[in-house]
């Protein structure tokens, strides 16, 4: 039998209630690192804040990571307004998204669209661990008593998808995997992807662009190098980059470096300037 604590399901609530409602500042371009990230126990198993704040782009990004035990559930199906994308690191999951189960394991992506019934279980004998991103926008807010919608063409609708179906398709510095790249209820376009670089490489020259972009290391080390300053990213690690900020990262170890990749455009994402 599933188990859901009901501390656990006020605080879902009082989320799902209150996110685009909150007042945190802006952040800018950041690095969050596994280690940086303190843990709270939520009774089937863990969690780790990362952000909750408005940026450049959007009116709120909402990033936790969430470690699920063996026969529990996150919470029972749920619809908000936002839309969400889940990355899981570790372990199996039975992913509901709207009438259809699908378990899946370590390296598969989740994407729930706007006000779509869906939830997570741990069917498995170990604890899962999942990467959360929420996505607010003003389309967001539109859609606030709005009801889940049947999926349209050319615009990407609730997907659960497999990391054993992905395939990898060789680029110069290592591999690439394509997820989706195309508008969905709330945001002018989704791109997302799994870039792989063999070691001492980088995928491309440093350079800026007016999406924001969200990279979560899967494995390996990353030199990551934005407006000038450099740190590394290790597994686990997110890296936000805000719109326009010059930003570039390489290889640094001595084994392939996997990352997922999520480029975001909104309605307040500026135009693209033709460089000369």
Not at 25 to 50: C, H, L, M, N, Y
Not at 51 to 69: D, G, M, Q, V
Not at 146 to 175: C, F, H, M, Q, Y
Not at 258 to 272: H, N, S
Request: charged residues 20%; glycine residues 6%.
């Amino acid at each position: 039998v599933m188990r859901t604590p009901i501390a656990l399901l006020v605080a879902f609530a009082a989320t799902a209630t209150a996110f685009a409602a909150v007042d945190h500042p802006k952040i800018g371009s950041t690095v969050f690192t596994w280690e940086s990230r303190a843990v709270q126990s939520t009774g089937v198993g863990e969690r780790r804040d990362v952000a909750r704040n408005p940026t450049a782009t959007l009116n709120e990004f909402e990033c936790h990571i969430s470690t699920l035990n063996p026969e529990n559930t996150s919470h029972p199906p749920h619809t908000h307004p936002q839309e969400e994308l889940i990355v899981l690191t570790k372990g199996h999951l039975k992913v509901h998204a709207n009438d259809t189960d699908r378990i899946v394991g370590p390296g598969s992506v989740f994407f729930f669209a706007s006000q779509d019934p869906h939830n997570v279980s741990n069917t498995g004998d170990e604890p899962a661990t999942y990467f959360v991103f929420n996505f607010a926008t003003a389309a967001t807010a539109a859609r606030k008593n709005a009801k889940a919608e049947p999926a349209v063409a050319g615009r990407l609708g609730s997907t659960v998808i497999d990391w054993n179906d992905l395939v990898a398709k060789p680029t110069k510095t290592g591999e690439r995997r394509t997820l989706f790249n195309e508008p969905t209820l709330t945001l002018a376009n989704f791109e997302a992807h799994v870039t792989t670089i063999n070691p001492g490489e980088a995928p491309h020259s440093s350079h800026h662009h007016p999406d924001a972009e969200i990279v979560l290391v899967k494995e390996g080390q990353l030199e990551v190098t934005i407006n000038g300053t450099t740190t590394f990213a290790t597994p686990g690690s997110i890296i936000f980059v805000s719109s326009g900020d010059e930003h570039g990262w390489r290889n640094a170890g001595n084994t392939p470096a996997t990352y997922y990749v999520m480029r975001l455009k909104t309605e307040k994402t500026p135009k693209a300037v033709a460089m000369n």
